[in-house]
Every structure is written in C-alpha cells, then in structure tokens.
C-alpha cells in the first residue's frame, strides 16, 4: 500500500528521450533543489549548461558533482544575484559576449523569506526576486532566444499562484505585509509574467511556459517556518528534487511542446490556473508597471541595447 500511495506523491514523470547536444541552457538557481536536478538531468541529455547562481562557490560543488556524474563537461557556473539589477546586467552582459545561442531559459531561482527584506534595488524581495529578476534577465536575453530558435522559456510558478493576487496597490508590501502572501502573489506573477511574454513572443519561434513542480523537499522552506513545519510534519507528501524537476525537464525536452506557448503545467502535462493567473488585464498592467520599476522599454531595440551599458 504505502509504495503505491509514494507513487502517487511522486507525481507525473517526463518520458520523453530526447537529447540536447549542440543545445545551450542557462538554468537560475541552479545550485540546489529543483535547479540542481534539472541542471544535471540536461547536462545528461548532451547539453552545455550554464548554471547562473548567486553563490559560485555552492554552485561550483553542485557543477563539479553533475560534471563527474554525467562526463558531460560543459557545465558552467556564472554568478548572478537576482536580488541585485547591476548582477544581472552584468551576467546577461557576459553571457552574450561569451555564447553565441541559446535555446532554453529556465527561470527557476526562488526565494521564500520569513519576514520582510528588501532587494539591492529596492524592491520587496518576492516581487524583487522571483518576478522582476526574470523579467529582467529575461528581457537581456530574448535577441539570443530569438536568434537561437526554436527557443523555449521556462519559469517556474507554484501552484500556490491561486492562493492570492496581485495587489497593485501594495504592490512592494509597503502598505502592510505578510510574507506567505508576498510569496503566492510572486508566484501568480510568474503565471501572469509567461502569459503575456507568450503573447509578445507570437510568431518568433520561441515559446514561453509556466510550470508547478510539486510540493518538494527542497531547501526552500529553510526561513519560512510554515514550510519547515509541513516537511517535518509530513515528508511523505513531498517529492524528491529528482521528482520536482520532471515537469521542468518536461517543459525544456518534450516534443510536442515546440509550438506551446503560454500554458501551465503540472506533473508533466497542463493544469489548471486560477482565474486571476488568466486575467489579461492583470498580466498587462504587471508587465507595464515591471518595465517601469525596472527602467526598461521591452518593444524598444535602442533601449534595449543601452540597457545592457546603463
Ligand atoms: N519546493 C517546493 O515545494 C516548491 C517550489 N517551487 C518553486 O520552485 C523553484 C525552485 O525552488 P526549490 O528548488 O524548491 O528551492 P531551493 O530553495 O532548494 O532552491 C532555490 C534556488 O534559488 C536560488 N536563489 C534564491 N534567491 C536567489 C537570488 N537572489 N539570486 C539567485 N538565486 C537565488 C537559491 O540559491 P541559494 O542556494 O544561494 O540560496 C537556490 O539555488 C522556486 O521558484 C520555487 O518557488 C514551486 C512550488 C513548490
Ligand atoms: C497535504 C497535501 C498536499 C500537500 C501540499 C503541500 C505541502 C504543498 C506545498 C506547497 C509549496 C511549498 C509550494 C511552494 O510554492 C498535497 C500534495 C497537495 C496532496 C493533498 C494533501
């Protein structure tokens, strides 16, 4: 009986065999959790992996171990602190002069903090992270995306996007604050951020998707004593990283996703979003406000060249 029930827990499995020599990935937050598995499974399936992580030296381990493991050696760490604007510029910045392609993005870094903190840039943590640190790198990086395709873009949203929602008036927690709640509605931004990047991306060959891993055993608890209490309380329920990262490799390998764009998925085929994750009023006023917040004209090329000098 209990195999079966952890069976279950386990959630989808990704079942497609496809390789990705010749393929350039770059994975955020990829030293631990979800990051770290889905870093080695594409380093497995032949591709060079580039894994940005704002502390090289973790980062480093995790590289050395997935090298080892796969014989694959393109597996590169490059530090980026998504809490800082000037960190992101400055891989994105790098990273173009260094590559010549790239063919999946996956937004996977995550922060669930405790109490309220502030990003280098001002910025409410959860929003400041996990939202507008991609939007950011995301924003830096689409020329080589574009030039790269068939191209796909990953972020990874939670299922926790349907317990909240975007409060434009307390957009940044100033007004009052709850960490739970900053989390969910970053995390709703991540669902709102992929459906209008879908929409921009029309008819360029790269497509954009969001995804829930599951409810993992990963490091993400580590300053919320919620999540803390729920793995101690009751691990069986959670998945393995191993487990966590088979919707994500889902979203970066399966053949029938080339053309998919904008959908959400969980356990390796779609679901459901809350109405508020399908609000295109929502998702246009967040990406406009995302853009002024962080000083950058999306549709503009001139802008978009400086902003990689400012
Ligand atoms: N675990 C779960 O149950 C669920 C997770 N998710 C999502 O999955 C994703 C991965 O989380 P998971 O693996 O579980 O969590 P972990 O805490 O294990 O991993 C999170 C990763 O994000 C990195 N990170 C955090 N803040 C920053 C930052 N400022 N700049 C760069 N990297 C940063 C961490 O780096 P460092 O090690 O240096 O802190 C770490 O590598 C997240 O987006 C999370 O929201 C969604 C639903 C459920
Ligand atoms: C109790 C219980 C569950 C546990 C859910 C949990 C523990 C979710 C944690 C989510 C997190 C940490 C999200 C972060 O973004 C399941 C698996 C739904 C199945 C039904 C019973």
């Known amino acids: 009986m209990f195999p079966s029930i952890r069976k279950w827990f386990a959630g989808g499995v990704c079942t497609s065999t496809a390789m990705l020599h010749g393929k350039v990935v770059v994975i955020t937050g990829a030293n631990t959790g979800i990051g770290k598995e889905t870093a080695r499974e594409l380093a497995r399936?032949?591709?060079?992996?580039?894994?940005?992580?704002?502390?090289?030296?973790?980062?480093?381990?995790?590289?050395?171990?997935?090298?080892?493991?796969?014989?694959?050696?393109?597996?590169?760490?490059?530090?980026?602190?998504?809490?800082n604007s000037k960190s992101i510029r400055k891989f994105a910045e790098n990273f173009l002069k260094e590559e010549k392609k790239l063919h999946i993005l996956i937004n996977n870094a995550g922060a669930m903090m405790g109490h309220y903190t502030k990003t280098a840039d001002g910025f409410e943590m959860h929003i400041g992270v996990n939202h507008l640190g991609h939007f950011l790198l995301t924003f830096l990086l689409l020329d080589r995306l574009k030039q790269s395709a068939p191209a796909r873009i990953i972020n990874v949203s939670s299922m926790t996007h349907a317990f909240w929602k975007i409060n434009f008036q307390n957009l940044q927690g100033e007004r009052w604050y709850n960490p739970l709640l900053a989390y969910f509605q970053s995390k709703l931004a991540n669902i709102l951020f992929t459906r209008e990047l879908a929409r921009h991306l029309q008819g360029t060959g790269v497509t954009a998707n969001a995804l829930h891993p599951g409810a993992v055993l990963s490091e993400l608890g580590r300053q919320s004593y919620l999540v803390s209490i729920l793995q101690a309380a009751i691990p069986f329920v959670f998945k393995t990283s191993k487990e966590g990262a088979q919707t994500t490799v889902y979203c970066a390998v399966a053949e029938e996703l080339t053309s998919v764009s904008g959908e959400y998925f969980s356990d390796c085929k779609p679901a459901w979003v809350a109405p508020q994750g399908r609000d295109e009023n929502s998702a246009k006023k967040l990406w406009q406000i995302s853009c002024e917040?962080?000083?950058?004209?999306?549709?503009?090329?001139?802008c978009s060249e400086q902003s990689l000098t400012t």
Do not use: F
Not at 52 to 72: L, P, S, V
């Open 45 to 83: 399936r032949g591709a060079r992996v580039i894994m940005a992580c704002r502390d090289t030296a973790k980062g480093e381990a995790a590289a050395c171990e997935i090298r080892t493991e796969t014989g694959n050696q393109e597996v590169i760490v490059k530090e980026m602190d998504l809490s």
């Open 293 to 302: 917040l962080l000083g950058i004209q999306w549709d503009s090329r001139v």
